[in-house]
């Protein structure tokens, strides 16, 4: 119940192509939900998040999918660019906890110039 | 301002041996998060300070993993008999306090031989 489980592992999109990341989880407590940017060598850099009270949230390039009934959300970039190939995490956590994140295991994401 | 930093960013030592890794948070964030992240996965939770007392150890896989925040700021990982299976990035975060956002430092690369 506890596991967020992320597709595809990898992914490449050419450039100004639309990147699109899914992730689902199984515990119906968490309403939380980020997605991390990670490059080589670097920590985890939080890019977007939603909570379940709405169904899309969009942050520039980057917009959250948001399906409560299917227990389903999804990241999508737009006009993608090379300098967003990075991985990507989407993760979930649950209120009235400690607020610790349940991780995907990532998207290997490739923009092709 | 400064965001999390760990030291040391990598750390070679060998098996048996026991490593201190620490974690120096942003100033005035209450919360504190240790995870590990092996290669090619998602980040997975170890534990959660809030202000000077593990609030939440769920996450630490063995009595050989232990960790302090002494004076509700800096926090060490600790690790006894080192075994090859713990080599991983170590990733501290902290945030003002739950629900708010993680921020994640740079890691400290363990390598157990």
């Known amino acids: 119940q506890q596991q967020v489980k992320q597709s595809p592992q990898s992914l490449i999109v050419q450039k100004g192509g639309i990147s699109i990341i899914n992730c689902a989880y199984e515990?119906?407590?968490?309403?939380?939900f980020p997605w991390y940017q990670q490059f080589p060598g670097k920590g985890p850099a939080l890019l977007i998040a939603?909570?379940?009270?709405?169904s899309e949230k969009k942050e520039g390039r980057f917009t959250i999918s948001f399906n409560k009934s299917a227990k389903q959300f999804s990241l999508h970039i737009m006009d993608s660019q090379p300098g967003d190939s990075a991985t990507y995490f989407c993760?979930?956590?649950?209120?009235?906890?400690?607020?610790?994140?349940?991780f995907g295991t990532g998207t290997r994401l490739k923009v092709l110039a | 301002g400064a965001g999390v930093s760990q030291t040391p960013s990598n750390k070679v030592t060998e098996k048996g041996k026991y490593v201190e890794l620490r974690c120096d948070p942003i100033?005035?964030?209450?919360?504190l998060y240790w995870y590990r992240q092996s290669l090619g996965q998602g980040p997975e939770f170890l534990i959660y300070?809030?202000?000077?007392?593990?609030?939440?150890d769920s996450g630490l896989p063995n009595d050989r993993f232990f960790a302090v925040r002494p004076e509700g700021s800096v926090s060490t990982l600790k690790i006894q008999r080192t075994e090859r299976g713990d080599s991983a990035v170590y990733l501290c975060?902290?945030?003002?306090?739950?629900?708010?956002?993680?921020?994640f430092g740079p890691g400290t690369r363990l390598t157990v031989l």
């Open positions: 975060a902290s945030s003002l306090g739950p629900p708010n956002e993680q921020f």
């Open positions: 515990n119906t407590a968490f309403d939380y």
């Open positions: 939603i909570r379940p009270d709405v």
């Open positions: 993760a979930a956590s649950r209120q009235g906890g400690t607020y610790k994140y349940i």
């Open positions: 100033s005035g964030h209450t919360a």
């Open positions: 300070f809030q202000g000077t007392g593990a609030a939440d």
